[in-house]
């Protein structure tokens, strides 16, 4: 399995948590030089993944809060240098994983591995007060 795919144990601690309300996911985002099997950079082949995840997300009724380029790292060192950050809002846990299994899906998931040399994604969840 791809270091940017969830591993099965990781999806099921995500299907097993007792908060099934809206989920943030933290994407940090790291391309490649050049996309495998594709045209363009590795920032192109994610911008045309992007292009379409985005209207998956909608359409499940989730949204993204916020997206940009990932300018300086302040606390840290080198191999925390990313090149964009995303944070995409999904009504629960299900809703990500109903995405991620559906067919369209899987069509357009080719050009998220042809761009990213290595991603992070943070399933993040209100504090508790």
Known sequence: MSGIVPSPERIQALINDPDKGP????????????AEGEQGTGADAYRRYGDEVIKMVEARGGRVLWSG????????????????????????PQAFLEMGMSAEYQKIHGHR????????????????R
């Open 113 to 128: 591995e042809a761009g990213l040399e290595r991603t992070v994604l943070i399933a993040c969840r209100p504090l508790v």
């Open 23 to 34: 989920v943030v996911m933290l994407n940090l985002l790291k391309f490649k030089p050049r």
């Open 69 to 92: 380029r990932a300018a300086q790292v302040l606390v840290g060192d080198e191999s925390d240098q990313w090149d964009a950050v995303a944070l995409v809002q999904y009504p629960s």
